[in-house]
T-cell receptor, first 114, second 113 residues
Framework: DTEVTQTPKHLVMGMTNKKSLKCEQH?????MYWYKQKAKKPPELMFV???????INESVPSRFSPECPNSSLLNLHLHALQPEDSALYLCASGRGTSGYNEQFFGPGTRLTVL | DAKTTQPPSMDCAEGRAANLPCNHS???????VYWYRQIHSQGPQYIIHGLKNNETNEMASLIITEDRKSSTLILPHATLRDTAVYYCIVRVSPQGGSEKLVFGKGTKLTVNP
């Protein structure tokens, strides 16, 4: 299995809602990533998990809360988002965070905040 | 900040070779050059990577200059399905932290029939 899966594909939420994005991989990868991508812009790194521990937080607002319950799963909990948080949220996984490190990306969750 | 610069857009005729340049003049000796592409509304897809030597796989070839300050991705026979944004990336290695890929603005390649 060489796939990264993300659910849901689309999500519409209000500013007072709490929702979660889910990412799963079964490639035995120990590094997992969340990226945010606005329209016509490149992906921007948000968080990196290495061996289930948060190793990079790119100064992301606390309304985004990542969680890595095990080596195959990565969640992104959302609370009190703003309309400007509407974007494509991409998950990726890789063998590690040092040395050669190809990342495998999921298809993304397209989030709309009303 | 991204450590690479690429032309914002390029066109290529179907069946011809597409040569996508990338400048990475501040690259360090142990940093790899990666190429990814992103077809509209999909996740980025890994294409190829290299350190010093030229590389080839089933998708593309990567030519890295001897001084490693620039590289070229070559799609030998472009098809309409190769229309995408192509990102040239040099890994960033924060001191004491995990390494990460920082995407630049990429090149929008349009393959025309």
């Amino acid at each position: 299995d060489t796939e990264v899966t993300q659910t849901p594909k689309h999500l519409v939420m209000g500013m007072t809602n709490k929702k979660s994005l889910k990412c799963e991989q079964h490639m035995g990868h120990r590094a997992m990533y969340w990226y945010k991508q606005k329209a016509k812009k490149p992906p921007e790194l948000m968080f990196v998990y290495s061996y289930e521990k948060l190793s990079i937080n790119e100064s992301v607002p606390s309304r985004f809360s990542p969680e890595c319950p095990n080596s195959s799963l990565l969640n992104l909990h959302l609370h009190a988002l703003q309309p400007e948080d509407s974007a494509l949220y991409l998950c990726a996984s890789g063998r590690g965070t040092s040395g050669y490190n190809e990342q495998f990306f999921g298809p993304g969750t397209r989030l709309t905040v009303l | 900040d991204a450590k690479t610069t690429q032309p914002p857009s390029m066109d290529c005729a179907e069946g011809r070779a597409a040569n996508l340049p990338c400048n990475h003049s501040t690259i360090s000796g142990n940093e790899y050059v990666y190429w990814y592409r992103q077809i509209h509304s999909q996740g980025p897809q890994y294409i190829i990577h290299g350190l010093k030597n030229n590389e080839t796989n089933e998708m593309a070839s990567l030519i890295i200059t001897e001084d490693r300050k620039s590289s070229t991705l070559i799609l030998p026979h472009a098809t309409l399905r190769d229309t995408a944004v192509y990102y040239c990336i040099v890994r960033v290695s924060p001191q004491g932290g995990s390494e990460k890929l920082v995407f630049g603005k990429g090149t929008k390649l349009t393959v025309n029939p």
